[in-house]
């Protein structure tokens, strides 16, 4: 949250950032950045921001979104929900969301993990708030280049992607990142 990311600018040479990709949670990570630069007297350029996302391949966007939320909203009930913009009418849904996030043998042993993540976000009347601020960096290879680009405007250059599924998913993710979405970007 706001409060980890201005600690990390005022101690850290860097941080990687999962805090909601909507672009009030930007401006809001940026400002805390900016504040925790301000605070210990150092230059943004001393410091490095790594935005951290999911990447899902699919034949469509619309497919994509049947199969995954796009990232892992478990980061907003870690700790306190002051600062990350959850709106009062979501948080006991949010909380219910994320109960057993921690639970290796109810959510990380479960390849279908995102797909159920979809479903449960739905019956908890989540999902389209937490699409809103999903990095939405799925679909097509030419749609995640697109998004990409989209964020490289904004001066959003550098990023860790969360690569999930099985390991032979992975390397078929990696493959399709190198080969056909690296090429497309400027």
Same mark, same amino acid.
């Given at each position: 949250?706001?409060?980890?990311? *201005? =600690?990390?600018?005022?101690?850290? $040479?860097?941080?990687?950032?999962?805090?909601?990709?909507?672009?009030?949670?930007?401006?809001?990570?940026?400002?805390?950045?900016?504040?925790?630069?301000?605070?210990?007297?150092?230059?943004?350029?001393?410091?490095?921001?790594?935005? #951290?996302? *999911?990447?899902?391949?699919?034949?469509?966007?619309?497919?994509? =979104?049947?199969?995954?939320?796009?990232?892992?909203?478990?980061?907003?009930?870690?700790?306190?929900?002051?600062?990350?913009?959850?709106?009062?009418?979501?948080?006991?849904?949010?909380?219910? =969301? #994320?109960?057993?996030?921690?639970?290796?043998?109810?959510?990380? &042993?479960?390849?279908?993990?995102?797909?159920?993540?979809?479903?449960?976000? &739905?019956?908890?009347?989540?999902?389209?708030?937490?699409?809103?601020?999903?990095?939405?960096?799925?679909?097509?290879?030419?749609?995640?280049?697109?998004?990409?680009?989209?964020?490289? $405007?904004?001066? =959003?250059?550098?990023?860790?992607?969360?690569?999930?599924?099985?390991?032979?998913?992975?390397?078929?993710?990696?493959?399709?990142?190198?080969? $056909?979405?690296?090429?497309?970007?400027?």
């Amino acid at each position: 949250g706001p409060r980890t990311l *201005q =600690m990390a600018a005022e101690v850290a $040479d860097g941080v990687i950032a999962f805090v909601g990709f909507a672009d009030d949670d930007i401006v809001r990570a940026k400002r805390s950045i900016a504040e925790g630069l301000a605070a210990a007297g150092r230059a943004a350029e001393d410091f490095e921001v790594w935005w #951290n996302a *999911q990447i899902f391949f699919a034949s469509s966007i619309e497919e994509a =979104m049947k199969n995954t939320l796009g990232w892992s909203p478990q980061w907003l009930t870690a700790g306190t929900l002051a600062g990350k913009a959850v709106p009062e009418e979501y948080r006991e849904a949010l909380y219910e =969301m #994320n109960a057993d996030t921690h639970d290796v043998g109810a959510v990380y &042993k479960t390849l279908d993990r995102q797909r159920l993540l979809v479903e449960r976000a &739905k019956q908890l009347g989540l999902y389209d708030w937490l699409i809103s601020r999903s990095p939405q960096l799925w679909g097509t290879p030419q749609d995640v280049a697109t998004r990409l680009e989209s964020y490289f $405007d904004a001066g =959003m250059t550098n990023w860790t992607i969360f690569v999930g599924g099985t390991e032979e998913d992975r390397f078929e993710f990696i493959d399709t990142l190198a080969s $056909d979405v690296v090429p497309r970007l400027g």
